[in-house]
């Protein structure tokens, strides 16, 4: 008995099946990916802006009804991140919620996301301001927002552009607040028209912007010692005298307030052994942004 062995066409069938196949796949990990990270990505506001629509996740309590001014928190997240993902990580609506303010998650540009905090006159720059002011005042029209109570946080690269906007934007912040901020806008672009009060934290493990400062690669190209530049906004903002706390745990306080008492004072919150994260936050992965601390609750 003769035994009958397939012959070269239906090899190559298959062989072309398996390839169509393959193809299909690769194909549509892209699209999956790009699919998850729209989900992912999520926004429920936008505006145009010089023709370009720049879009924000907007996060109202169920508490608000109108009849009395509130609170506002702007919160920017960082390099590489997303609106969705800085309020997962700031956990600030959570907050809105039992206190009763407004939080907004704006979103940068670019791929990956980020903001142009580095280079005054720069179109993304300028750009960026021109967004997010009208952005409040969107808001401002909105809703019954408190023009008192406005405050800006970010986290990276939005804690540097919460830097800028309390540059251009001193008549409207009451105070801005940063975690692992990267501030590199030069002060000498910086004309404030009146101080603006400061709590930051960083920790002195972070391997993204180091504490002691260094040489960065992309545009910041280089980070300030962190505990020299808060100390620099301070005596800018006329806050001489500085108070050294001990240390709770992992955190120390560092604050300095002006001669005459004046309670709009500039904290630092040193963070020993933390990395690139949120302290109290949700976690970013440590792989990338270094150890987390869980302390949420600041010393003193």
């Given at each position: 008995?003769?035994?009958?062995?397939?012959?070269?066409?239906?090899?190559?069938?298959?062989?072309?099946?398996?390839?169509?196949?393959?193809?299909?796949?690769?194909?549509?990990?892209?699209?999956?990916?790009?699919?998850?990270?729209?989900?992912?990505?999520?926004?429920?506001?936008?505006?145009?802006?010089?023709?370009?629509?720049?879009?924000?996740?907007?996060?109202?309590?169920?508490?608000?009804?109108?009849?009395?001014?509130?609170?506002?928190?702007v919160?920017?997240?960082?390099?590489?991140?997303?609106?969705?993902?800085?309020?997962?990580?700031?956990?600030?609506?959570?907050?809105?919620?039992?206190?009763?303010?407004?939080?907004?998650?704006?979103?940068?540009?670019?791929?990956?996301?980020?903001?142009?905090?580095?280079?005054?006159?720069?179109?993304?720059?300028?750009?960026?301001?021109?967004?997010?002011?009208?952005?409040?005042?969107?808001l401002?029209?909105?809703?019954?927002?408190?023009?008192?109570?406005?405050?800006?946080?970010?986290?990276?690269?939005?804690?540097?552009?919460?830097?800028?906007?309390?540059c251009?934007?001193?008549?409207?912040?009451?105070a801005?607040?940063?975690?692992?901020?990267?501030?590199?806008?030069?002060?000498?672009?910086?004309?404030?028209?009146?101080?603006?009060?400061?709590?930051?934290?960083?920790?002195?493990?972070?391997?993204?912007?180091?504490?002691?400062?260094?040489?960065?690669?992309g545009?910041?190209?280089?980070?300030?010692?962190?505990?020299?530049?808060?100390?620099?906004?301070?005596?800018?903002?006329?806050?001489?005298?500085?108070?050294?706390?001990?240390?709770?745990?992992?955190v120390?306080?560092?604050?300095?307030?002006?001669?005459?008492?004046?309670?709009?004072?500039?904290?630092?919150?040193?963070?020993?052994?933390?990395?690139?994260?949120?302290?109290?936050?949700?976690?970013?992965?440590?792989?990338?942004?270094?150890?987390?601390?869980?302390?949420?609750?600041?010393?003193?």
């Amino acid at each position: 008995m003769s035994e009958t062995r397939p012959g070269p066409v239906p090899i190559v069938r298959t062989l072309v099946r398996v390839l169509l196949v393959v193809t299909a796949v690769l194909l549509a990990i892209p699209a999956v990916v790009v699919g998850a990270f729209l989900v992912a990505n999520r926004t429920n506001g936008s505006i145009t802006v010089s023709d370009l629509t720049r879009r924000y996740l907007l996060h109202v309590p169920a508490s608000y009804d109108g009849t009395h001014p509130v609170p506002l928190v702007v919160d920017l997240h960082g390099f590489a991140q997303w609106p969705a993902n800085q309020q997962s990580v700031s956990r600030w609506s959570d907050l809105a919620d039992e206190e009763g303010f407004i939080a907004v998650h704006p979103m940068g540009t670019g791929t990956p996301l980020r903001w142009a905090s580095h280079t005054p006159g720069a179109a993304e720059t300028t750009a960026d301001i021109q967004f997010l002011t009208e952005l409040l005042d969107r808001l401002s029209r909105d809703y019954a927002i408190d023009p008192d109570r406005v405050y800006v946080s970010g986290i990276s690269n939005g804690a540097g552009m919460s830097f800028v906007l309390s540059c251009v934007l001193a008549d409207r912040i009451a105070a801005i607040g940063t975690v692992a901020g990267l501030f590199t806008y030069p002060w000498d672009a910086c004309r404030r028209t009146r101080p603006i009060p400061l709590i930051a934290f960083h920790g002195t493990a972070d391997p993204i912007v180091p504490y002691e400062g260094g040489p960065l690669r992309g545009p910041a190209r280089a980070a300030p010692d962190v505990r020299s530049w808060v100390a620099d906004y301070a005596a800018r903002n006329g806050y001489t005298t500085v108070q050294q706390f001990p240390a709770q745990g992992d955190v120390t306080r560092t604050q300095w307030n002006r001669p005459d008492g004046d309670l709009a004072d500039v904290v630092l919150y040193t963070v020993a052994g933390g990395g690139h994260t949120w302290p109290g936050g949700r976690p970013l992965p440590a792989f990338i942004t270094g150890p987390r601390r869980t302390t949420s609750t600041p010393p003193g």
